[in-house]
C-alpha cells in the first residue's frame, strides 16, 4: 500500500501569510495527486488534481507542485476562510489520504 | 445543483448489519465511478471502497474486505454500501463521493455527500 505523509500536522499562520503544506508518497505516484481542504462539520472540498491543477471555482491563491513522491500545496496569501485542515490523497494506486495538517490562527 | 445525499446511517451493536445510501442528482450518474470515504470521530480521511460506472469493477479497503459490499443501482441513481460484521473500529461519518472525470475510476473526488454517521456500539 501506499502511505502518504503530510507535514507539519499543524500550522499557526496570519492572514496574510504564505503557507507551504508537504506530503511525501511512500514510493512514485507520478502526478496523481489531489488537496483537499475540510471545515468543521463539512465534507471535504477538492482543491488541486493531478498535482498542480485548480479545480473549477478555487481562488488562485492555492497552487500545487510535484510529482513522484514529492508535493507541496501553498497557500500565497492566507486568508481568513482558509483556517481548515488540509488532506493531500494520492490515486496512482488506491486511495490513500494523508493525515492531514490543520492550519490554525 | 450536482448534489449527494446519503443516508442509512444510526446506531448497531457489534456484529449487526447496516446498508448505508447515496442519491445521486444532476449528473448523469451512470457515467462516474462512485466511492465510499469514511472519517472517524475527530479523525482522518479514510478510503473505504469503490465502484466502476458500470457496477462491473470493485475494490476495497482490507479494513472492509469481505465484510462490506458496495453497489449501484444506475436506474435509481443510486450508490449503496452493504456493511455486515460491524465493528466498533467502524465507528465514523460515512461520505459517498463522485470522481472527477467520467468514466473514469482513478482520479480525484469533486463532489461529496454531507455524510451519514454510523456509530457501533453495544
Known amino acids: 500500500d501506499i502511505q502518504m505523509t503530510q507535514s507539519p500536522s499543524t500550522l499557526s499562520a496570519s492572514v496574510g501569510d504564505r503557507v507551504t503544506i508537504t506530503c511525501r508518497a511512500s514510493?512514485?505516484?507520478?502526478?496523481?495527486l489531489a488537496w483537499y481542504q475540510q471545515k468543521p462539520g463539512k465534507a471535504p472540498k477538492l482543491l488541486i488534481y493531478?498535482?498542480?491543477s485548480l479545480e473549477s471555482g478555487v481562488p488562485s491563491r492555492f497552487s500545487g507542485s510535484g510529482s513522484g513522491t514529492e508535493f507541496t500545496l501553498t497557500i500565497s496569501s492566507l486568508q481568513p476562510d482558509d483556517f481548515a485542515t488540509y488532506y493531500c490523497?494520492?490515486?496512482?494506486?488506491?486511495?490513500?489520504f494523508g493525515q492531514g495538517t490543520k492550519v490554525e490562527i | 445543483q450536482v448534489q449527494l445525499v446519503e443516508s442509512g446511517g444510526g446506531v448497531v451493536q457489534p456484529g449487526r448489519s447496516l446498508r448505508l445510501s447515496c442519491a445521486a442528482s444532476?449528473?448523469?450518474?451512470?457515467?462516474?465511478?462512485m466511492h465510499w470515504v469514511r472519517q472517524a470521530p475527530g479523525k482522518g480521511l479514510e478510503w473505504v471502497a469503490v465502484?466502476?460506472?458500470?457496477?462491473?469493477?470493485?475494490h476495497y479497503a482490507d479494513s472492509v474486505k469481505g465484510r462490506f459490499t458496495i453497489s449501484r443501482d444506475n436506474s435509481k441513481n443510486t450508490l449503496y454500501l452493504q456493511m455486515n460484521s460491524l465493528r466498533t473500529e467502524d465507528t465514523a461519518l460515512y461520505y459517498c463521493?463522485?470522481?472527477?472525470?467520467?468514466?473514469?475510476?482513478?482520479?480525484?473526488?469533486?463532489?461529496w455527500g454531507q455524510g451519514t454517521m454510523v456509530t457501533v456500539s453495544s
Open positions: 490523497q494520492q490515486y496512482n494506486g488506491y486511495w490513500t
Open positions: 465502484v466502476s460506472h458500470d457496477g462491473n469493477n470493485k
Open positions: 463521493a463522485r470522481v472527477l472525470i467520467y468514466y473514469e475510476t482513478h482520479d480525484a473526488f469533486d463532489i
Open positions: 514510493q512514485t505516484i507520478s502526478s496523481w
Open positions: 444532476e449528473f448523469i450518474f451512470s457515467s462516474y465511478a
Open positions: 493531478k498535482a498542480s
